[in-house]
């Protein structure tokens, strides 16, 4: 019988399926299709809102334009034109780098983006950093006496800094601090980290322990429960047999077979971070974007916020890459599969 040629779909299919079945590429479609997902959640819920760029610029006086003056001004922020053709515009425009343009600041989004993002990851980095710093140690302390009195204070401070709201944490801390001690840098002029890096970190520390609060309890719990496991496996048992040091054993040994779910905590956590610190940055006056998307929201500026959420999401898809590329360097067996 003789071989299939080579355009024939018996070889062609492998291919394809080999080729979409590849980790990269499945993981590279499933960013592009959450990218597409969230570019057209954040365009409808924008629509649904009551009221447009014309009632939020002009504010009662919008009730005084002749129908010529407002299908004037429809048409000069391309509201006259149909949902879908306003859609397939404004993101054709993005992918090739035009992000829209902000009336109220009167510069494009991509400069005011490329303002906003580098102050929020600074501010999630540090409050990642201090929510590590805190939450690891406090999980492998509680996980070494199950139930006993370092587990129950660490239980109980994780279920306090979930059930404490940011705005609440923020509003206290500042209170108590800028009334009983005087300290509140955040009312000066913010200060960028390569102007002024002393006030620069003075004004992110407030919102950095802020959110590092609520981020340490996941952190504390997944420590703990992933101690906990790695500790019951016969290679633990069989280190401290051999008389390995308690320290030793602990970090070397324990916690580094435990580093996965932490690290995907972690992850998680600093995606949710690039978006999530809006309460946080506007208490504290952070000009970060989280700040910039809740003033287009005010402001309905649908270019503003539509483009600066889809930034949002693709920071957080990029975490996500580089917390699987992490799983890489920590597991061997991540590797070999």
Request: charged residues 15%.
């Given at each position: 019988?003789?071989?299939?040629?080579?355009?024939?779909?018996?070889?062609?299919?492998?291919?394809?399926?080999?080729?979409?079945?590849?980790?990269?590429?499945?993981?590279?479609?499933?960013?592009?299709?959450?990218?597409?997902?969230?570019?057209?959640?954040?365009?409808?819920?924008?629509?649904?809102?009551?009221?447009?760029?014309?009632?939020?610029?002009?504010?009662?006086?919008?009730?005084?334009?002749?129908?010529?003056?407002?299908?004037?001004?429809?048409?000069?922020?391309?509201?006259?034109?149909?949902?879908?053709?306003?859609?397939?515009?404004?993101?054709?425009?993005?992918?090739?780098?035009?992000?829209?343009?902000?009336?109220?600041?009167?510069?494009?989004?991509?400069?005011?983006?490329?303002?906003?993002?580098?102050?929020?990851?600074?501010?999630?980095?540090?409050?990642?950093?201090?929510?590590?710093?805190?939450?690891?140690?406090?999980?492998?302390?509680?996980?070494?006496?199950?139930?006993?009195?370092?587990?129950?204070?660490?239980?109980?401070?994780?279920?306090?800094?979930?059930?404490?709201?940011?705005?609440?944490?923020?509003?206290?801390?500042?209170?108590?601090?800028?009334?009983?001690?005087?300290?509140?840098?955040?009312?000066?002029?913010?200060?960028?980290?390569?102007?002024?890096?002393?006030?620069?970190?003075?004004?992110?520390?407030?919102?950095?322990?802020?959110?590092?609060?609520?981020?340490?309890?996941?952190?504390?719990?997944?420590?703990?429960?992933?101690?906990?496991?790695v500790r019951g496996l016969d290679f633990v048992r069989t280190a401290r047999a051999k008389g390995v040091g308690e320290r030793r054993l602990q970090v070397r040994h324990v916690l580094r077979n435990a580093l996965v779910p932490i690290v995907t905590m972690t992850g998680l956590q600093l995606g949710y971070l690039l978006g999530g610190a809006i309460v946080v940055e506007q208490i504290f006056s952070v000009p970060g974007i989280g700040r910039q998307v809740l003033l287009g929201i005010q402001q309905k500026e649908y270019a503003l916020v539509q483009s600066t959420?889809?930034?949002?999401?693709?920071?957080?898809?990029?975490?996500?890459?580089?917390?699987?590329?992490?799983?890489?360097?920590?597991?061997?067996?991540?590797?070999?599969?």
């Amino acid at each position: 019988m003789a071989d299939p040629s080579p355009r024939s779909p018996r070889r062609l299919r492998p291919l394809r399926a080999g080729l979409l079945g590849h980790p990269v590429v499945s993981r590279l479609l499933g960013a592009v299709a959450t990218l597409l997902g969230v570019a057209v959640l954040v365009f409808v819920l924008l629509r649904l809102v009551p009221g447009d760029q014309i009632t939020a610029n002009l504010g009662t006086e919008a009730a005084a334009l002749t129908p010529a003056q407002r299908q004037a001004l429809e048409a000069y922020y391309g509201l006259d034109r149909p949902p879908l053709e306003q859609f397939l515009g404004w993101l054709g425009s993005v992918l090739t780098g035009n992000l829209g343009w902000s009336g109220r600041a009167q510069v494009s989004v991509l400069d005011l983006t490329l303002q906003a993002l580098p102050i929020t990851v600074e501010l999630a980095v540090l409050a990642i950093a201090l929510s590590v710093l805190v939450g690891v140690p406090l999980g492998m302390l509680a996980a070494r006496r199950p139930n006993g009195v370092p587990d129950t204070l660490g239980q109980g401070a994780s279920l306090l800094g979930l059930s404490l709201p940011a705005f609440l944490i923020g509003t206290v801390l500042l209170s108590v601090l800028s009334y009983r001690f005087g300290f509140n840098p955040n009312g000066q002029a913010f200060a960028g980290l390569f102007d002024d890096p002393v006030r620069n970190l003075q004004q992110m520390l407030l919102p950095a322990v802020t959110l590092a609060i609520g981020i340490s309890a996941p952190i504390i719990r997944t420590t703990r429960a992933a101690v906990l496991e790695v500790r019951g496996l016969d290679f633990v048992r069989t280190a401290r047999a051999k008389g390995v040091g308690e320290r030793r054993l602990q970090v070397r040994h324990v916690l580094r077979n435990a580093l996965v779910p932490i690290v995907t905590m972690t992850g998680l956590q600093l995606g949710y971070l690039l978006g999530g610190a809006i309460v946080v940055e506007q208490i504290f006056s952070v000009p970060g974007i989280g700040r910039q998307v809740l003033l287009g929201i005010q402001q309905k500026e649908y270019a503003l916020v539509q483009s600066t959420v889809l930034v949002i999401a693709l920071c957080f898809v990029l975490v996500n890459l580089l917390t699987d590329l992490l799983y890489r360097l920590i597991d061997p067996r991540v590797r070999l599969s």
